[in-house]
């Protein structure tokens, strides 16, 4: 996978939030001034998590993975946010439940092959309670870059 943008000016550590829809608001409006998303990626991930919701409850931690169609996308990057406190997320596949989020990985990909790859990744380290341990108590942004880049086998784009 390569030209992946992600650094630590994409990592929102304590994210302040009180329902899913605000937590994409801020990503996404985060995203949009780095000018890595086009301004119709808002209400495209909106819309789409609506319809698919992403929360995924693993043990302990549970995460979203939000995205949507790359022709929202300027950049290939994948933005985190460790939330201050958990916020409720449809679960996937079963938008009728909803699992109280902590994680949010918002993927935004040019190319449904790399969205693909990157979501098997990303399952990997869904399953790993210590990794999702660490990533919520981690306050050193370099580290969680580190970590997140070795264990989804990211070419790292851009600095700051």
Do not use: C, W
Request: proline share 4%; net charge negative; charged share 30%.
């Amino acid at each position: 996978m390569s030209d992946i943008f992600f650094n630590e000016s994409v990592i929102l550590l304590d994210l302040e939030a009180k329902t899913s829809k605000e937590v994409l608001t801020l990503m996404s409006k985060h995203l949009n001034e780095k000018r890595l998303i086009k301004d119709s990626y808002l209400e495209a991930v909106v819309s789409r998590e609506k319809e698919f919701p992403t929360g995924l409850p693993t043990k302990g931690i549970s995460v979203a993975i939000p995205h949507t169609d790359a022709e929202h996308v300027k950049q290939k990057t994948i933005s985190l946010a460790i939330l201050k406190d958990p916020v409720e997320f449809g679960v996937m596949g079963d938008p009728h439940q909803t699992t109280p989020v902590k994680l949010v990985f918002m993927l935004a990909m040019d190319e449904a092959d790399a969205q693909l790859n990157l979501l098997q990744n990303l399952m990997k380290v869904f399953q790993d309670e210590e990794m999702l341990q660490f990533l919520v108590s981690e306050k050193d942004k370099s580290k969680i870059v580190n970590v997140l880049k070795e264990n989804l086998d990211l070419t790292i784009q851009g600095g700051d």
